[in-house]
């Protein structure tokens, strides 16, 4: 039985790389799947993340993982490690 695609879960976040002039981070949620690099504004990031956002940096947060697409996943309650 499977995740709901809304139900949130805490999970790992690890930034792969930042593109401040494109405003987007890149990442991985090994929680939803390990293979899959994942695209962000930098804006969807609340405030007190997005000055800590670097390559190699990781973070938890309340993710939707049982989302089918990378566009389907919520973020909230960010935590910095």
């Known amino acids: 039985m499977g ?6 879960c ?5 930034i792969i790389n930042v593109y401040p002039n494109l ?3 890149d990442m991985v949620i090994p929680g939803w ?3 899959k690099r994942v695209l ?6 609340p405030y007190h993340i997005r000055s ?6 990781r973070f938890h947060a309340q993710v939707n993982i ?16």
């Open 3 to 8: 995740l709901s695609s809304e139900r949130l």
């Open 10 to 14: 805490r999970t790992l976040i690890r």
């Open 23 to 25: 405003g987007v981070c």
């Open 33 to 35: 799947d390990t293979h």
């Open 40 to 45: 962000l504004s930098l804006a969807q990031l």
């Open 52 to 57: 800590l956002v670097e390559p190699n940096k």
């Open 66 to 81: 049982g989302a089918k697409t990378a566009s389907n996943l919520r973020f909230e309650d960010w935590e910095s490690e």
